[in-house]
Every structure is written in C-alpha cells, then in structure tokens.
C-alpha cells in the first residue's frame, strides 16, 4: 500500500486532506479505480517536476487526495514514488485521462466556475483564491471536449472548509440528477 503524507505537521502544507480520504472509504468502500463500472481516471500533478500524473489504478481515495490537494494547503500524497498534488495545475477539466479508453460520451464537472471569491480572511484563502485564479485560465479550452458539463453552484461555500463536504456532494449530487433529466 502506499504511503500518503499526511498524520504529522508538514512542512509542505498547512493542512491535512485526510478526511477527503476517509469520507471516500466511508461512501463507497475500500475500492480500486480499475474496479469501476465506467471507465475512471483521475489527474494529478507531480508537484516535483510539473507532469501530469494520470491515475487509472490503485486505491480511490489516495487518487482522490492526490488529486484534490490544493498546493501549499493540503499536504502532497505520495504515490508510486511521486509526490502529487491537484492536477488542476495541469489540467483543470480532466478529459485526456479518457483518450485511451473506449469512451462514447464525457461528462466534465467544473467546480470553479460558480465560485464567488471574497477578500481573504487567512492565508489559507490567500492561497486558495490565487490557485483558482490561476486554474481558472485553463479551463476554458479544456471544457469544450465534454458532450455534457456539470456546473454546481458553490457560490455560497467555502471550499476548503471541510465541514461541508457532505453538503458540497449533495449539491453535485441535485445537478448532476438535474442535468441528467435534460440528457
């Protein structure tokens, strides 16, 4: 099994995404990535050298926090001998993890665009604020491959205030049934 960076004070975050992890196993088990019914890969960045990492196998919730660690907030997880971070970086709408797998019809989910940005109270949200400046650049040619793009609004919530996952899931959960019905 590998091994995530994530129990101890880091010296390359302030937090820990651990619970990002144990909510995962909570919700759907102790699963593989290869073990999903439809296709599934997950963009990370290898925060050593800047390559994009895509993960098709191996543990979901490590592939979740790898992919969801925001740099500088959540600790980096180390995979398969490399130190990965979100791969929003790179990537923000992960399509190309899909162009070797016999895919008829992507669907994208774009957390940022719905987001409103408020003068920062911490450098937690300093941070946070300039990465989503920064993935918001990249976005726009990336999801234009999806047949269907999924928008939540998260305008009301703080993204890193891990209190509401469970909240912020539900409202993926609304828009996505939503979005379905229009399929």
Do not use: W
């Amino acid at each position: 099994m590998e091994k995530s960076c994530n129990a101890h004070l880091s010296k390359y975050a302030i937090l820990s995404n651990q619970k990002i992890g144990e909510m995962i196993i909570e919700n759907i088990g102790n699963t593989k990535i290869e073990d999903a019914k439809i296709p599934l890969s997950m963009i990370a960045t290898d925060i050593t050298n800047g390559e994009k990492v895509i993960i098709v196998k191996g543990s979901t919730s490590d592939a979740v926090m790898a992919t969801t660690c925001v740099p500088g907030i959540f600790i980096p997880v180390e995979l398969g001998g490399r130190l990965l971070v979100d791969g929003g970086i790179i990537e923000n709408v992960p399509f190309s993890g899909l162009n070797n797998q016999n895919v008829d019809y992507i669907i994208g989910v774009d957390l940022i665009c719905n987001n409103s940005h408020k003068k920062p109270e911490n450098i937690i949200e300093v941070l946070y604020n300039s990465f989503n400046f920064l993935v918001k650049t990249n976005k726009l040619i990336q999801s234009k491959d999806a047949h269907l793009l999924i928008k939540p609004d998260l305008s009301n919530y703080n993204a890193i205030d891990l209190a509401q996952m469970k909240e912020l899931i539900n409202i993926g959960y609304k828009e996505t049934r939503k979005m379905m019905k229009n399929l």
